[in-house]
């Protein structure tokens, strides 16, 4: 009953920068927390960020200090602002959502993932 979009991905050169951006929308569903996930060709996908709706954020040690994450005030949007970028950034980025859904429980929503790409 939840959607997630996810938009902002790109072909970008070593060291150049983007922001990416995921919207949650539906109904029935708390969310509790929003994130990233990341998954390169023919690889694992792995922890990228979260931020929970009480602040308190989490990076990945590959990211800490190129990337920060943030959301809006209704906290229905998480962004990904990437800077520094490096070739081993090359992946999809997927949006994750946790939270509380209705007549359930405990649940996770992902979005269909955008491209990022950072080649010279």
């Known amino acids: 009953q939840v959607q997630l979009v996810e938009s902002g991905g790109g072909l970008v050169r070593p060291g150049g920068s983007l922001r990416l951006s995921c919207s949650a929308s539906?109904?029935?569903?708390?969310?509790?927390?929003m994130g990233w996930y990341r998954q390169a060709p023919g690889k694992q996908r792995e922890f990228v960020a979260q931020?929970?709706?009480?602040?308190?954020?989490t990076y990945a040690d590959s990211v800490k200090g190129r990337f920060t994450i943030s959301r809006d005030n209704a906290k229905t949007t998480v962004y990904l602002q990437m800077n520094s970028l490096k070739p081993e950034d090359t992946a999809v980025y997927y949006c994750?959502?946790?939270?509380?859904?209705?007549?359930?429980?405990?649940?996770?929503?992902w979005g269909q993932g955008t491209q990022v790409t950072v080649s010279s």
């Open positions: 994750n959502a946790v939270g509380f859904q209705t007549d359930y429980g405990p649940k996770g929503y």
């Open positions: 539906g109904r029935g569903f708390r969310i509790d927390a």
């Open positions: 931020k929970t709706n009480g602040g308190t954020t």
